[in-house]
């Protein structure tokens, strides 16, 4: 079973940027498909961006260009880089594990989840 534990998350002005991290524990992370998604009040949860454990990247099309998933597996992390940041990006955000690897962008897939952090972007 694999414990996950994200940080890096605040409070940014807009246009800023902040480097979220997903640290993992009791198992090797490049052995999951893992996938950020986030989720604001009132709002269903949205995903963000996957890294399969061969290392494919896909992004839902909204962040495209703005965010970038990457891992380091000797850290046995995967971070997302969140770029030129909007107020519409606040929310909570989460790394979460999917054992299979067919989930890709449907969260209702995924086996793991870390307890998010939080973005607040002010305008």
């Known amino acids: 079973q694999v414990r996950l534990e994200e940080s890096g998350g605040g409070l940014v002005q807009a246009g800023g940027s902040l480097a979220l991290v997903c640290t993992a524990s009791?198992?090797?992370?490049?052995?999951?498909?893992m996938s950020w998604f986030r989720q604001s009040p009132g709002k269903e949860r949205e995903f963000l961006a996957g890294i399969s454990w061969s290392g494919n990247t896909f992004y839902a099309e909204s962040v495209k260009g703005r965010f970038t998933i990457s891992r380091d597996i000797d850290e046995n992390t995967v971070s997302l880089q969140v770029n030129g940041l909007k107020p519409e990006d606040t929310a909570v955000y989460y790394c979460a594990a999917d054992v299979s690897g067919w989930s890709l962008r449907n969260g209702d897939g995924y086996d793991y989840w870390g307890q998010g952090t939080q973005v607040t972007v002010s305008s």
């Open positions: 009791g198992d090797r992370l490049n052995t999951y498909t």
